[in-house]
T-cell receptor, first 116, second 112 residues
Framework: GAVVSQHPSRVICKSGTSVKIECRSL??????MFWYRQFPKQSLMLMAT?????????EQGVEKDKFLINHASLTLSTLTVTSAHPEDSSFYIC????????????FGPGTRLTVT | RKEVEQDPGPFNVPEGATVAFNCTYS??????FFWYRQDCRKEPKLLMS???SGNEDGRFTAQLNRASQYISLLIRDSKLSDSATYLC?????????????FGSGTRLQVQP
């Protein structure tokens, strides 16, 4: 299957700082990438849809000024958590669509963010 | 009502057993269906797409019933390595621009 990478895999930061997470499609081009968040023992929740060359589409309840998304190329999308707070501690996962028949989406390995 | 509903389990089965998971979805306009597997503290990995005619991949068989808005996954001859959370996933759109909608997952524990 297609490969999606994420960096960093784990980050610990202090409250009030900003953290940037990168999502890359390694062997295919992705016009659309998705950012999810998963709290312990809960399902993945979509945060936003990242479209190459245009503004991201945010889900209801997700603050676009807090979670900045940039999709500047067909292989890279970034999520910046600004002014992080402990309640932002979570598992952040990106996915990218491969142009298969059924539009399978492949996930990056995730970034575990801990805000102290 | 949740868009995608699954029994959370856990399903505790012995090695070699056959186990079946079910899933229902609420939006009749859903276009694509998948089963993903997620290991603890890892990202979801695509297990298989679910086709209207049903499909099989080794020990795994997936079926779709559009009339009942129901998806199933059957695992035969369970292995210890099958222990994971199985996510029923639906794509509402007919293009890849729509994100996936995840069920909360069914946890499987295969015991020796």
């Amino acid at each position: 299957g297609a490969v999606v990478s994420q960096h960093p895999s784990r980050v610990i930061c202090k409250s009030g700082t900003s953290v940037k997470i990168e999502c890359r499609s390694l062997d295919f081009q992705a016009t659309t990438m998705f950012w999810y968040r998963q709290f312990p023992k809960q399902s993945l929740m979509l945060m936003a849809t990242s479209n190459e060359g245009s503004k991201a589409t945010y889900e209801q309840g997700v603050e676009k000024d807090k979670f900045l998304i940039n999709h500047a190329s067909l292989t890279l999308s970034t999520l910046t958590v600004t002014s992080a707070h402990p309640e932002d501690s979570s598992f952040y996962i990106c996915s990218a669509r491969d142009q298969g028949q059924h539009y399978e989406q492949y996930f990056g390995p995730g970034t575990r963010l801990t805000v102290t | 009502r949740k868009e995608v509903e699954q029994d959370p389990g856990p399903f505790n089965v012995p090695e070699g057993a056959t186990v079946a998971f079910n899933c229902t979805y609420s939006n009749s306009a859903s276009q694509s269906f998948f089963w993903y597997r997620q290991d603890c503290r890892k990202e979801p990995k695509l297990l298989m797409s679910v086709y209207s005619s049903g499909n099989e991949d080794g020990r795994f068989t997936a079926q779709l019933n559009r009339a009942s808005q129901y998806i199933s996954l059957l695992i035969r001859d369970s292995k210890l390595s099958d222990s994971a959370t199985y996510l029923c996933v639906v794509n509402l759109g007919s293009t890849g621009r729509r994100a996936l909608t995840f069920g909360s997952g069914t946890r499987l524990q295969v015991q020796p």
